[in-house]
């Protein structure tokens, strides 16, 4: 069985805030990337704290319902 990432952003919710895990621990919502950055920095994932996160790091970060660029909720047709 394969490991997920440390960290997941799960789907948008109604209002478009993702909740962010790290080890399956919420860290907080973040509406944009630049929260999940200051999540992620907050919880040690950057080299120093005006270091720039890599928020398209496969190993690192699983982005369900939506990539990076996704802040809305999916509305099926």
């Known amino acids: 069985m394969a490991a997920h990432p440390p960290v997941i952003v799960h789907p948008p919710s109604a209002t478009?805030?993702?909740r962010?895990?790290?080890h399956g621990q919420i860290v907080g919502l973040a509406h944009g990337r630049g929260e999940v950055a200051a999540l992620l920095r907050a919880a040690g994932f950057a080299p120093g704290p005006d270091e720039a996160v890599e928020l398209d790091?496969?190993?690192l970060i699983e982005w369900r319902g939506g990539d990076l660029d996704t802040w809305s909720?999916?509305?099926n047709p």
């Open 57 to 59: 790091r496969p190993g």
């Open 16 to 18: 478009g805030a993702r």
């Open 73 to 75: 909720p999916v509305v």
């Open 20 to 22: 962010v895990t790290v």
